[in-house]
């Protein structure tokens, strides 16, 4: 399967986002793989695309980058020693905050530390 990203390709307005494909990430000890269904936009996003503020400054070479650092769907795959979640859990959680970022992704790989259960 593959995994649709919405990434920055370089700093500028909304026409310097696309789409991507990448693998579906595999999880590390505890870490968890969510399927994710809402990702947040929020102003560090904004920001960083533009090329403005720390995370753009620290990310200006790994373009393209994948912003999106709120983000709920479900968890699909787990790592080993992981002990918070199952396959099915529904979670939210603030991921890779400054630089990973990761949220605007079909899937992604999240310490499972980042998130919290959901009803």
Do not use: H
């Amino acid at each position: 399967m593959e995994n649709k990203q919405i990434a920055i390709t370089q700093f500028g307005g909304v026409e310097n986002l696309s789409i991507q494909t990448r693998a579906i990430p595999e999880p590390k000890a505890r870490e968890v793989v969510v399927k994710v269904s809402f990702s947040g936009i929020n102003p560090i996003d904004v920001k960083t695309r533009a090329g403005l503020g720390w995370a753009a400054a620290q990310n200006k070479e790994n373009l393209p980058w994948v912003p999106g650092y709120d983000i709920s769907g479900q968890i699909v795959t787990v790592g080993d020693q992981t002990e918070r979640f199952a396959i099915g859990d529904n979670v939210a959680g603030f991921i890779g905050f400054p630089l990973q970022g990761g949220g605007y992704s079909q899937y992604v790989c999240v310490p499972e530390a980042a998130l919290s259960m959901v009803p």
